[in-house]
T-cell receptor, first 115, second 113 residues
């Protein structure tokens, strides 16, 4: 079975600083994809970034980057130059080849950006 | 471009009443469709997913059911709501393949009283 663990229920960061949100995963399938989503207080789920298990380089999308350490089974999200609008719930998720269409989510990390 | 619609946005229903939540996708064909439920402050729990018309997979046994009467329409139903059915319900779609992200609708906040 697949599992995503996010050990930080809440994180605080000062505006303009960088922050790392932790995510570890567990799967025996060699082919998988890792995703990060942002959920503001409005409830919508916003896709941020994707990393494939066979990708050689860490994914980057603007201020978001994914620190992918395959041997440690970790896929941490790094947000650079935090903005007040980054305050939200962040979810790590995984999709594996053998489970078809299903996406397994972690419990999330609530990020608060302080001015 | 693709768009996903969900309605209603909020719903307050008494225990024992029926439920019907609708989700439609525009701008794509034969999408995978999903229903999730989210309790307050928690992660998403996959309830149902569908890879085609009439094909529904259930992830969690409960008093909810799902149907896909058309290619881009996904319906979540219940004959009799329970208090424990309260939550935030999200519909999502994706293409087939592990590297495709899921796109979510705006969600329905259901309160069962």
């Amino acid at each position: 079975a697949q599992k995503i663990t996010q050990t930080q229920p809440g994180m605080f960061v000062q505006e303009k600083e960088a922050v790392t949100l932790d995510c570890t995963y567990d799967t025996s399938d060699p082919s998988y994809g890792l995703f990060w989503y942002k959920q503001p207080s409005s409830g919508e789920m916003i896709f941020l970034i994707y990393q494939g298990s066979y990708d050689q380089q860490n994914a980057t999308e603007g201020r978001y980057s994914l620190n992918f350490q395959k041997a440690r089974k970790s896929a941490n999200l790094v947000i650079s130059a935090s903005q007040l609008g980054d305050s939200a719930m962040y979810f790590c998720a995984m999709r594996v080849q053998t489970s078809g269409s299903r996406l397994t989510f972690g419990e999330g990390t609530q990020l608060t950006v302080n001015p | 471009s693709q768009t996903i619609h969900q309605w209603p946005a909020t719903l307050v229903q008494p225990v024992g009443s029926p439920l019907s939540l609708e989700c439609t996708v525009e701008g794509t064909s034969n999408p995978n469709l999903y229903w999730y439920r989210q309790a307050a402050g928690r992660g998403l729990q996959l309830l149902f997913y569908s890879v085609g018309i009439g094909q529904i997979s259930s992830e969690v046994p409960q008093n909810l059911s799902a149907s896909r009467p058309q290619d881009r329409q996904f319906i979540l139903s219940s004959k009799k709501l329970l208090l424990s059915d309260s939550g935030f319900y999200l519909c999502a779609w994706s293409l087939t393949g592990i590297h495709y992200e899921q796109y979510f609708g705006p969600g329905t906040r259901l309160t069962v009283t």
